[in-house]
């Protein structure tokens, strides 16, 4: 079975929609309860599950947990255990990177952006512009930021490109 580290949104909570639709597809879930806004500590408890793995799973972040999921599967390929693939749904791509993490973003991994024409939270112009920067795919659908419509099957295919069938 397929295993995927799932990063929650800062709303969320870690089994929610998404990862529950992930989990019914067959794919064997971690979801870290990564609540609270602490960027930094979200980003070490990431890299501490990552670590404890036998094998890299395909990291899936949801907005907050999008840019804490960027930030550890960078941090984690510097450290010599990079994620084989990242699907960020709508990610907080505003969001610095924390001091004493990395110091600028990057596509550390084949990285596929799942994210809504209707996001009222966290303007698509941000996944266009680092798909352009950094390069990956960029998956544009008729949604809002929770992703909860026609984003899910969006979110789905995206796993199955990276992470192949459950």
Do not use: N, W
Request: charged fraction near 20%.
């Amino acid at each position: 079975m397929t295993t995927l580290l799932f990063a929650h949104g800062l709303e969320s909570a870690p089994i929610g929609r998404k990862s529950q639709a992930l989990i019914e597809a067959g794919y064997e879930v971690i979801a870290p309860d990564g609540r609270g806004r602490d960027l930094a500590a979200r980003i070490a408890g990431l890299l501490e599950v990552l670590d404890g793995l036998p094998s890299p799973p395909v990291l899936v972040g949801s907005s907050f947990g999008g840019i804490a999921g960027l930030v550890a599967a960078i941090m984690a390929g510097r450290r010599g255990r990079g994620v084989p693939g990242l699907v960020l749904c709508a990610p907080a791509l505003q969001l610095p990177p924390p001091p004493h993490t990395v110091d600028a973003l990057e596509r550390p991994a084949p990285t596929i952006i799942v994210h809504g024409t209707r996001d009222e939270v966290i303007p698509i112009a941000l996944s266009r512009a680092f798909v352009r920067e950094h390069g990956g795919r960029l998956i544009e659908v008729d949604d809002d930021h929770s992703l909860g419509g026609p984003g899910l099957p969006a979110i789905l295919a995206a796993v199955r490109e990276l992470a192949g069938p459950p």
